[in-house]
């Protein structure tokens, strides 16, 4: 019989965008409950399946598998309308998503329309100084719950308690859109004609998440914690101001969910075999030409909640090793080695120098396609060289490493490490 997964957080490593969706997705195929813990639609998750692209933004990426339960715990934000219509995307495609399938957290925050509005507003408002933003009303949402004056989801499913709240708060919010940023009030009616319906259909699925989350653990159902946005985007230990309004780091899986730091026994970092920023902020190995364009081509580096391009350059392992010890990694997922095929020199980022210019040191790269690879033997020499050397500079070991966007492929590096992670198919075909 195989051992029952450990509880498992899976954080992002740089600056988001590293393929969480991909790995959650699957070490969900042996977990009972896949857990979001923060952030909210500014994260866009892929999953590939069979060819299949699926892209999330608030579901969590255990939905694929029927076994796994999915909740949003309360330090989520979340946007009910993209919520809903990511749930009919989901049924459009064959799959259901009911309240046994998936559980929001009574006490998580609700993103509404004026919160949306601020976040445009403000960036507008910044003009060149933009932090970039994805303009769906992260950062305001989290600001009303800090001031306590946010709306939680069992009061936004109470229609009652919902309009008194939005009564109260319109005002403040009405004055900032329309004296400050001269933009277009909100209407209460307008606010709660869009709620009526949201709340309507989601209501089912609200539910104790911490409590839930106890209950397993008291029966051993093993949980995923599934991070979005990445370490350096964390709204204390990322490149402030250029961050995003939650914790992204894995003691976060704790506060937002309701399970204390010793129930989790697995943090695994996400991290790609180069480096992507979107948005704006310090990136100190950033390529701004035509081998960054190369990278982003390659590796299709174009954002899946904006669209926008992605700044690309070599793997920073000064950042990564920082990242090991703000999120106490257990291991290293490295993504996206098969985009790296074809380049003669690969440079791998040392920290930077006293006039803030990156150090490098250079490796030799590989011409093989990847892409087939399912072994550490059948990776070429120089692929397995730069991954030991990674692993050597962060100081965590990589347990796996991913060759392309499928579920499949996949690498195992290190069959000590990864031998939990993988699924029973996917161990017969490693050995
Ligand atoms: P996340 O936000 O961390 O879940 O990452 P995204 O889904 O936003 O971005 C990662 C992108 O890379 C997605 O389009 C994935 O399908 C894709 N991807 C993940 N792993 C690999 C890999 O090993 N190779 C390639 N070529 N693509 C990958
Ligand atoms: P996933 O989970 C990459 C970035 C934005 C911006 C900054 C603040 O897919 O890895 P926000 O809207 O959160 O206030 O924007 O954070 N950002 C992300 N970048 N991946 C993400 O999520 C991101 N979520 C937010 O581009 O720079
Ligand atoms: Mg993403």
Redesign the pocket.
Known sequence: MKARMPNTAVV?VQ???EG?GKIVDMLAARAGIVVRFQ?GN????TLVVAGEKVVLHLVPSGILHPSARCVLGNGVVMDPEVLVAELDALEASGRKVDAARLGLSRDLHVIMPYHRSLDAHREEARGGGS??????G??PTYEDKVARRGIRLADFIDLQVLASRIQQELPLKNRQIVEWYEGEAHTAEDVLAWAAPLAERLAPHVCDVAGELHAALDVGTPMLFEG???TF?DIDHGSYP????SNTVAGAACAGSGVGPGDLQEVVGIAKAYATR????PFPTELDDDLGAHLRRVGREFG??TGRPRRCGWFDAELVRRAARLNGLTCLVLTKLDVLSGLEVLRIGRGSDADGEAIYEDHPGWTEDLTACRSWDSLPASCQAYIRRVEALVGVPVALASVGPDRVEIVPVDPARSAWMLSDAAQTEAN
């Open positions: 992002g600056w988001g965008d969480k952030g500014n994260a866009g998750h932090i970039g933003t994805t303009r769906k992260i950062g979005a946005q990445g985007l250029f961050v995003t309004s979107v948005g704006a902020g899946s909640t």
